[in-house]
């Protein structure tokens, strides 16, 4: 493997990072995935995906469709306690795969452009020189410290990035708590009866056992053969000024999340008898987005994905924002640099983010924003009671379907 010379030198090899190497290697460039893991994408994420065009362009044409293990267009909310539900009809289908499945893919087609793998491989700093990125170091698993040099880093190291900060990235400010989880045989799980995606809403305060918990949402998606994903979100964007919430740690979270799957009114059937196959208290990147994603005056770096957070009503578009965002900055620095050019060679980062803050995503993650404080701080916060929500349920509900 080369030190030096490579187009682009991919810090982290989850969705964001392995769609930088595929859109690189199909351009031509040269570039190299540095992973810690023992495989890309080492911690499973998200697992659903909307049908975005840019989605077949960059995994082949209905992969997703044809990969998928459910694919609903509904989603039925959960008032508190379950006093009411509504049926939202969000007018295109959320497609389910497993998440091995996908990043096995990815690094196929990676590996198929010519991209290169470095696994096991720590990114752990910058090499750089006159305010310019010039590469970085990173540690291999039998501890030994290396560098690799290249004209452009793209920094797709997730909610574990450790670059960031040192720019003004701070983790409290972008990532929510999330617990993941997976089962099998769930008797209640069968999608001819029960096709759509469940989501319960719990406001601050009402439970006995975490009256402190912030404002969270508990959802069961459910898959083929008995098996489900099913979590439940905190939901922090929008209540930074709310008194009296706490975060909680490790502990409370999988307390309440033994509460909800036991004795929550509507969740807790979709649990009885069901064989839980994963479960981890992770984060989920849903708040504001941090917007210097060109930290050194020279460039050369360049962060993406959920080293930047987003946020969307639903939390689950990670995937596209992040794939996207890859794919949006190796095309603008091939048009500027071509395979073995420097796009760094002039001043050309006002234009570049001038580019950034037009493209459709980028607008489109800002906007979206922008509605889900103003819907979560309406409902979570001037609503705020279970009692409230209760009674205001049917207004809500009409306006998610006319946003929908
Ligand atoms: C529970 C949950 C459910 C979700 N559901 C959905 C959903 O349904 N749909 C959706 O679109 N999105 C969903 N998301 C969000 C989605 O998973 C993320 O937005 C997406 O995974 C971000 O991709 P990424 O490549 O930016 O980061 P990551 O997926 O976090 O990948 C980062 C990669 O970098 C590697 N890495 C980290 N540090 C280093 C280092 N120092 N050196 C080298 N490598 C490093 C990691 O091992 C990993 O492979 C969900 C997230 C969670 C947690």
Redesign the pocket.
Known sequence: MEKTGWDFII?????????AAITAGRRGAKCIV????KT????P?????APYPFMDELLGKEWLKNNSSNDPSFRRFHSPLDKKNTLINVHKP?Y?FHWEKLITHMTRLATETGAEFLLE????GLIEKENRCLGVQ?KASDNSTHELLGTTVLG????????GSRFGIEREDIDCP???YFSRNAPKINLETHPNLQFYMIPSGMLEIAPDLPPAVAYV?PLVNGEMEA?L?LRLGPLKDLKGIKIPDEEKMMAVWDFLTTSYPGFSDFFHGAETTYKKL????NRKLFERVIPHQSGGLIF????IG?SEAN?????????AQAAFWVDKLMERGGPGGNPWSEPVIPALMREYHRWDVYKYIKKSYRDIVLAEKFMFKILGSNKKLNRWWKPIMALLQMSS
Not at 34 to 37: H, I, L, M, Q, S
Not at 282 to 285: E, L, R
């Open positions: 810090a982290g090899g989850g969705p964001a990072g392995l769609a540095v992973e810690k893991g890309p994408g080492p911690e994420r998200g697992e659903s995906i959320y389910f491989s720590e990114v752990t990173y797709c190291m997730g909610h574990n990035d450790t670059l999330t617990i993941k998606f979590g979100m992770t984060v989920i990147s993406m994905g959920d080293t987003f939390g689950s578009s990670g995937l596209y924002f992040g794939m």
